[in-house]
């Protein structure tokens, strides 16, 4: 990764973090994403007393101006784009609407993929690599796509639902940047205990799941605790040789190529997700 460039999102803590540490620690130059001024400093600080090329951005990629503004700057600063790492996460406990009027999670894990990588194609000459998460791989729901009927149920949730259609936007997005050196693959990285995830009320998760969420509390420090372990496959897809070239595949935790959901493979899903986020995001691509 030595002389390559990568811009990983969501990257002051948890799978962010630590992805951008392994590429760092390969030799790339990070460029970490966050909200918070003062956590994007830390973490920069962080990643170069361990000897990292690190610099930072703070950007709210929820907003559109902010994802608008994060794509200006990185051209400011690169010539080229080797790899961009869309790990961003949001899930708050009840449906809510960004400045946009765009619902939370669907604006973290859909459409600002969608739009950053749209307007940083100029630049970029290798990878890009969407992060799943949670439990996806259920339903798309056509006339519930920002959760407009439900937010969660029994045992849906709306951030499943999201990174759900973050694969089926990934597969189109690799299908329309086919042959032109770009790559748009998604990874899995498992559960990780992750500030998000340890931030999350009961009132967060599916009715069904609500009275186990005490166990996991005391469970998920040591079962979890590691997040180098779900960073692998990020940094895999960002960095192995063993995946140059490869275009639209979605990686498992264990870094190994697995076969796409069928709500993913659905091609009237792709549609409806896609022009969405075309329709939300005409003013700014």
């Known amino acids: 990764m030595r002389g ?3 811009l990983i999102t969501g990257s002051t803590g948890g799978i962010g973090k630590e992805t951008a540490r392994g ?3 390969l030799g790339a130059r990070v460029i970490l994403v966050g909200r918070d001024p003062e956590r994007v400093r830390q973490a920069v600080d962080e990643l170069r007393t361990s000897g990292g090329q690190a610099e930072g951005v703070a950007a709210d990629v929820t907003r559109r101006r902010d994802v608008a503004a994060l794509a200006a700057q990185v051209a400011e600063r690169c010539d080229r784009l080797d790899v961009l790492v869309n790990n961003v996460g949001a899930s708050p406990p009840r449906r809510t609407l960004t400045e946009d009027g765009v619902e939370v999670t669907f604006a973290a894990h859909v459409l600002a993929p969608f739009t950053l990588t749209r307007l940083l194609l100029p630049l970029l000459g290798g990878r890009v690599v ?3 998460g949670g439990i996806p791989g259920g339903p798309i729901e056509p006339d519930n796509l920002q959760a407009e009927r439900r937010y969660l149920g029994w045992t849906f949730s ?3 639902h999201t990174k ?3 694969m089926a936007m990934s597969l189109r997005f690799a299908e329309r940047v086919a042959g032109t050196g770009v790559t748009v693959n998604a990874a899995y990285p498992g559960h990780g205990h992750t500030p998000m995830n340890r931030s999350m009320t009961a009132a967060g998760f599916p009715y069904l799941y609500r009275p186990v969420v005490p ?3 005391v469970a998920a420090p040591r079962l979890f605790g590691d997040l180098s372990k779900p960073a692998r496959s990020s940094i895999h897809l960002a960095s192995s040789a063993e995946v140059e070239g490869v275009n639209g595949a979605y990686f498992s935790m264990k870094c190994r190529r ?3 959901p069928a709500s993913v493979l659905d091609r009237g899903n792709q549609d409806r ?3 969405l986020c075309e329709s939300l995001t005409r003013e700014t691509v």
Do not use: G, H, P
């Open 4 to 6: 390559k460039t990568a």
């Open 164 to 166: 759900t259609m973050l």
């Open 258 to 260: 697995v076969e796409w």
């Open 215 to 217: 166990l996991l509390r």
């Open 273 to 275: 997700v896609w022009a």
């Open 130 to 132: 969407n992060i799943t």
């Open 158 to 160: 709306q951030y499943n």
């Open 23 to 25: 590429l760092a620690a």
